[in-house]
């Protein structure tokens, strides 16, 4: 699912051509970004990939803070995966997205975890995970993310 933020710019996955890795293009799924080009929600500029300290080809889904200052992503298959699809996070500082840093455990385990979300007052962390065997939502205060910061 696409994500908007507050100034309009829309995040998303795509396996559009221009991604990075992957020997097939339906296997380079990256998390690419459009800006608004104004405030209708309407135009947007030709969407831009987020490069190599965001993406692997291996991304699954994407969720930016309203703020834009905050992104989880899930990643599939990483060499620092525990299993299955973990979670990543990054910040914005300087004009540009810091390189990802993978989420420990427990948030993390050799299941699949992915569909990471903030709640609105920015509380907690939502995401689902296979830890159980069934694909189940869990939740964990985001306090645990600034200690990923």
Known sequence: ?????????????????????????????????????????????????LGPAINTGLETNVYVTPDGRTMLLSRDGAPDSLGGDDLYMT????????????LPAPI????????PSLSPDGRWL??????AGTADIYRAPATILQRQK
């Open 1 to 49: 699912c696409p994500v908007a933020v507050t100034d309009g710019t829309l995040y998303f996955i795509s396996a559009r051509p221009g991604g990075s890795k992957g020997s097939e293009p339906t296997e380079i799924y990256n998390v690419w970004r459009a800006r608004a080009l104004d405030r209708s929600g309407l135009r947007f500029a030709e969407p831009e990939n």
């Open 91 to 102: 910040t914005f500082s300087g004009g540009r997205w810091d390189p990802v840093r993978h």
């Open 108 to 115: 993390n385990t050799e299941k699949y975890e992915y569909g």
């Open 126 to 131: 939502f995401f689902t995970s296979a830890r």
